[in-house]
Nanobody, 130 residues
Framework: QVQLVESGGGLVQAGGSMRLSCAVSGLAFSRYAMGWFRQAPGKEREFVAAISSSGATTNEADSVKGRFTIARDNAKNTVYLQMNSAEPEDTAVYYC???????????????????????WGQGIQVTVSS
C-alpha cells in the first residue's frame, strides 16, 4: 500500500520559516520524482516545486523561487519543502505527490500539472499570519 504522509505544517508568522516533510512508503522512492503542490480555499491546486528522483534537478514556481527549497533524502524515503520568508499568500493546504520517472535526473515535462502525478498525500495545512 502506497502512503505519502505530510508533516510539519501549522501556523507561522509572515517572514518566518517552516519545513514540511513527506514520508513515503510502499513504492520504490528512488525511482520517483517528487512534487509539492498547494491549494488555497476557492482556488485550484497549484504547483510549488519538484525534484528529480536522484535529487540532481529541482524546479520551483516563480511565486516561491528564492524563498522555498525542495530536497530529498532517498535513504529516509522523505522529501522536504523548506519555506523561508513566508507570506500570507502562502497560506494553503500543501500536498506532496510522486511521479515515476525513468530518467533519474529529470522532473519530467508538464511537471506543474497535477494529472502527471500518480500518488498523493492527504495534505497538510500551512497558515501564514500577517
Amino acid at each position: 500500500q502506497v502512503q505519502l504522509v505530510e508533516s510539519g505544517g501549522g501556523l507561522v508568522q509572515a517572514g518566518g520559516s517552516m519545513r514540511l516533510s513527506c514520508a513515503v512508503s510502499g513504492l520504490a522512492f528512488s525511482r520517483y520524482a517528487m512534487g509539492w503542490f498547494r491549494q488555497a480555499p476557492g482556488k485550484e491546486r497549484e504547483f510549488v516545486a519538484a525534484i528529480s528522483s536522484s535529487g540532481a534537478t529541482t524546479n520551483e514556481a516563480d511565486s516561491v523561487k528564492g524563498r522555498f527549497t525542495i530536497a530529498r533524502d532517498n535513504a529516509k524515503n522523505t522529501v522536504y519543502l523548506q519555506m523561508n520568508s513566508a507570506e500570507p499568500e502562502d497560506t494553503a493546504v500543501y500536498y506532496c505527490a510522486a511521479r515515476f520517472m525513468l530518467n533519474s535526473a529529470s522532473t519530467g515535462s508538464n511537471r506543474d500539472d497535477p494529472k502527471n502525478y500518480n500518488n498523493w498525500g492527504q495534505g497538510i495545512q500551512v497558515t501564514v499570519s500577517s
